[in-house]
């Protein structure tokens, strides 16, 4: 009996540890993971930088050790306030296992499909859900994000130690990075089928027609793909 109940006692954190934050939804009947985010700002250096990143956590000017301060908040669409990788058990626990990072011009992302949406609260009635390609434009030209890009649940590679730094084998959660639409680093959990290649010249920024004000509460819906 109290070896019994010592491993009760053992095992109380463990799933503690691993119960999601109220921030993030499971719905396994229409497969969806929702995380509640806000609008992220545009200009948080002095220069405003195209968009790279659908979502991470915000910029902090001055972070200090454990803040969650996000390494590409400066490039963003929506700033989040969980561990990324709490978000890819959640979308695990929908039956998708995480295949690999791409990284640069030549080596793609792999993983399961899964469809972005950004969901606007509406005075009245169910929220307005959004795809990417009608939030993210072209500046010069207004044309959107071309549909054919898709996004793949890679899970997240390994941040590398680097100075007085050490290795973080869940890369995205030292970046607080969740979703990138060009591979530049392995620190998140999913990424568009996009290569540095389009990075060159696909340069997009958010479509403020469709969005609330910066700061605005949203949600952020990752929906698995079913396979056919």
């Known amino acids: 009996m109290r070896r019994l109940a010592a491993l009760l006692l053992l095992a109380t954190p463990l799933l503690a540890d691993d119960k999601l934050p109220d921030a993030i939804k499971v ?10 985010a806000k609008v992220a700002p ?17 910029y902090k000017k001055d972070p200090k050790p454990g803040d969650r301060a996000g390494k590409k908040a400066h490039e963003t669409v929506l700033t989040i306030d969980v561990l990324p990788s709490q978000v890819a058990k959640a979308v695990e626990q929908l039956g998708a296992k995480p295949g690999k990072p791409g990284y640069g011009e ?31 434009i072209d500046p010069k030209t207004k044309k959107p994000m071309p549909k ?29 990075s969740l979703i990138y639409l060009f591979p ?29 004000k910066e700061g605005e509460p ?11």
């Open 184 to 212: 530049v680093d392995v620190e998140t959990v999913f990424q568009s089928t996009l290569s540095m290649k389009e990075e060159k010249f696909l340069k997009l920024e958010v479509n403020k027609d469709v969005l609330p």
């Open 106 to 136: 030549d080596k793609p992302a792999e993983g399961p499909e899964v469809n972005i949406y950004i969901d606007v609260p509406q005075d009245k009635g169910e929220a307005k859900r959004l795809s990417l390609d009608k939030v993210l």
């Open 27 to 36: 719905d396994q009947k229409k497969k969806t993971v929702s995380i509640d």
């Open 148 to 176: 054919g890009v898709k996004f793949k649940f890679t899970g997240s590679g390994p941040r590398k130690a680097t100075g007085d730094q050490p290795e973080v084998p869940f890369g995205a959660d030292a970046s607080g």
């Open 218 to 228: 949203v949600k952020l819906v990752i929906e698995l793909v079913e396979k056919k």
């Open 42 to 58: 545009r200009k948080v250096l002095e220069e405003v930088y195209p968009i790279e990143v659908i979502a991470c956590w915000p």
